[in-house]
């Protein structure tokens, strides 16, 4: 896992946040729930392909 992955998802949840705080100021709060679960399932899909990653390694490891 690199320092990078950290970095993309940091910048992801400061996106989000910002834009949350500015949708909720503008009162458009379904506006800004859609953009918070966009950002959830974004880096959730980024999660996912380590994880699946991290299987493939252990595999390896162990020779299954």
């Known amino acids: ?4 992955l ?7 949840g400061i996106i ?3 834009l949350n705080l500015v949708l909720k100021r ?3 709060d379904e506006q800004a729930m859609m ?3 966009a950002g ?3 880096v959730l899909m980024m999660m996912i392909r380590e994880i ?3 299987f493939d390694t252990v595999k ?3 020779g299954l």
Request: net charge negative; no cysteine; charged share 25%.
């Open 16 to 18: 989000v946040a910002v």
């Open 26 to 28: 503008a009162e458009r």
């Open 40 to 42: 959830l399932i974004v």
């Open 60 to 62: 390896e490891v162990f």
């Open 35 to 37: 953009t918070t679960l």
């Open 52 to 54: 699946g990653e991290l």
């Open 1 to 4: 896992m690199d320092i990078d």
């Open 6 to 12: 950290i970095f993309r998802i940091a910048g992801i």
